[in-house]
């Protein structure tokens, strides 16, 4: 998800970089596309069952183990995590992305 957000924040213009102590400044865009294609085929591909005819001793189960992890994640979510999460303090991003200069950080459009 944050390849996905970083590539379509760029594509439609409103991403903002915030330098920090390590870029990899033209070469982030790209590699942030490659990675995101190599991520989407690993996790199609893992799913596949590894052998042919499919039965219930060679089945690959990647599928099942994810969804009983996103089940539990979400159950969890419901029931504790909104109620008690409150995040990161995020206020000086808010300023930084409406282009207002921040004490310690500089904004600049990409």
Known sequence: ???LA????HVTG??????????LGKFGLPLNIIGLFFLTFFCITFNFPSVS?????????????IGVVMLISLITW???????????DAGHLLD??????VAGTEAKAT
């Open 53 to 65: 005819p499919v039965d219930s001793e060679n089945m690959n189960y990647t599928s099942a183990a």
């Open 6 to 9: 970083r590539i379509l924040g």
């Open 96 to 101: 930084v992305g409406r282009g207002e200069e």
């Open 78 to 88: 419901i029931m504790t995590g909104r109620k008690q999460f409150t995040g990161p």
């Open 14 to 23: 409103r991403t903002h970089q915030l330098e920090g102590p390590y870029s």
């Open 1 to 3: 998800m944050p390849l």
